[in-house]
């Protein structure tokens, strides 16, 4: 009769850390023959390519729940690659600590979902130039289907070339969920930009360029190019660019301690592929650094891509002017909330200064949009009300909606009620009759910043606009260049918290 083999009691094997072979190679050094030696030594075979993974197989990894390969994918997509493993220590849920424990599966290049070998030349493994493409070969990419592939080649028929992945949102039928698990199966290889007929027929964004080519020029690119590319020294072309754009004079002093800046800015049609153009971040970045800026109610934004690119900006920049601020930057966060017309509001700010921040939203119809933020600090809650006006809006709306939040500060993009909005029931207009278009050649805006009259003890009688250092020869303007971040200037007060 057979046995069954069993483990001894006394043994005390610790469970294994993932669902990957307990048989894995260390390294490829040492016992491989000669054969196997192409592989690069520093990569180990089984380790899982962060670039490309999935969210199931970020969770076979020890101590990754859903939420946080959710997390993974999310700050992936909005940055467009992990460059590096440390890149991933920024992801939230994940952490030194939690790096360093998975630091031995993971990889940014070849890994286990990446590997050498026969799989390397299989349809499903290799990228698909969407450039060129036919029907069929779009096809073999899992979870793109005959219509879609169809609508993709016909786009690109109709209108040019892709200039970049993200242009392919632009097709019927494609949306973010399907965009986001069909990217790592897409791949732009042209040799040069074709901005031809595209730059002519694009829509435009106000504060200049079409969204894909002028944007994306300066953005950091997601796909590798050949060092005969002609943006191969994109990044030396940008800073060489950016050092002819001066910033204003830094006046530093220090605030007293207990006092913050709050501030409010209309970004005029913020979105990822805007957020992706390096002088754009920069030149936001910037000004909330010399400005001391702490947090941030902004207005006109599309998506929570864009807000989250900036805060990256900011937490780990890209740009040699950030990255090279004398000063701490702090850790910045934001809370993004979208409306169908894309025209979403949310909040920036440092979390060194504000560690709980709740936001909600509470009005959303034809005269406003509003979302409200508490802040808990130093045994003091109070509430920033964050206001866009619509076409319809009237005075008595808002007065309704103020009177029924009360919130410590009311701040917003208030261009539709009057050219006076200076009056609010109960509160004081820190600004009163300012004008927040950019150049006199723009639509006149008003933004501004209300505090409650019971708490005007609060305020330190110190606030201001904000006028220069919001251009960058990076940024289009119309047909030129050198145009404005935004079409409006940010508005800030200096408050006693």
Not at 319 to 339: A, H, I, L, M, T
Request: overall charge positive; glycine content about 6%.
């Amino acid at each position: 009769m057979g046995t069954t083999p069993s483990m001894p009691s006394s043994r005390k094997r610790p469970l294994r850390r993932s669902f990957r072979s307990p048989f894995r190679r260390t390294s490829t050094q040492g016992t491989l023959s000669a054969t196997f030696n192409f592989i690069e030594p520093n990569i180990k075979l089984n380790q899982l390519n962060i670039n490309v993974a999935t969210e199931e197989e970020l969770m076979t990894l020890p101590g990754i729940t859903r939420g946080v390969a959710k997390n993974i994918i999310e700050y992936r997509n909005a940055i467009g690659k992990f460059n590096k493993v440390e890149d991933l220590a920024l992801v939230s849920g994940i952490g030194a600590d939690k790096l360093d424990e998975i630091r031995p599966e993971i990889c940014v290049s070849r890994g286990r979902n990446q590997s050498s070998g026969s799989s390397e030349g299989s349809p499903e493994s290799l990228p698909v130039d969407i450039n060129k493409a036919n029907v069929f070969e779009l096809m073999t990419i899992r979870g793109l289907g005959q219509e879609l592939a169809a609508a993709i080649v016909h786009y690109r028929e109709r209108r040019g070339d892709f200039f970049n992945i993200s242009d392919i949102l632009k097709v019927k039928g494609m949306d973010e969920t399907k965009f986001n698990y069909l990217k790592p199966r897409l791949c732009l290889k042209s040799d040069s930009f074709k901005l031809n007929k595209r730059v002519l027929s694009e829509p435009r964004i106000p504060n200049g360029g079409a969204v894909s080519d002028f944007y994306s020029f300066f953005r950091n690119s997601d796909t590798p190019r050949k060092e005969t590319s002609p943006v191969a020294c994109q990044g030396d072309l940008y800073e060489l660019v950016s050092q002819q754009c001066e910033r204003p004079p830094l006046k530093w002093d220090p605030l007293p301690f207990g006092e913050v800046r709050f501030a409010t800015w209309n970004l005029t049609d913020m979105c990822h592929q805007k957020a992706a153009n390096t002088a754009v971040r920069e030149t936001f970045c910037l000004t909330l650094l010399e400005n001391r800026i702490s947090f941030v109610a902004v207005q006109g934004v599309q998506d929570s891509f864009s807000l989250h690119m900036i805060c990256s900006e900011l937490n780990a920049p890209s740009c040699r002017k950030v990255s090279q601020w004398p000063e701490e930057r702090g850790s910045w966060e934001s809370q993004f909330f979208g409306f169908q017309d894309k025209q979403g509001l949310g909040f920036i700010y440092d979390t060194n200064v504000f560690s709980n921040v709740i936001a909600r939203d509470i009005q959303n119809n034809s005269m406003m949009r509003a979302v409200v933020a508490t802040i808990t600090e130093r045994s003091c809650v109070f509430s920033v009300l964050n206001v866009q006006l619509l076409a319809n809006s009237d005075g008595s709306s808002f007065n309704t909606l103020t009177s029924s939040v009360r919130p410590f500060l009311v701040v917003g993009d208030l261009s539709h009620i009057t050219e006076d909005n200076s009056t609010l029931p109960n509160y004081v207009c820190l600004l009163p009759g300012t004008k927040t278009n950019v150049s006199s050649s723009m639509k006149t805006s008003f933004n501004n910043i209300y505090i409650k009259e019971s708490e005007i003890s609060k305020f330190t009688g110190v606030s201001g606009i904000i006028l220069e250092g919001l251009r960058h020869l990076a940024i289009p303007d119309g047909w030129a260049w050198g145009g404005p971040v935004s079409q409006h200037a940010p508005l800030w007060g200096q408050i006693r918290i």
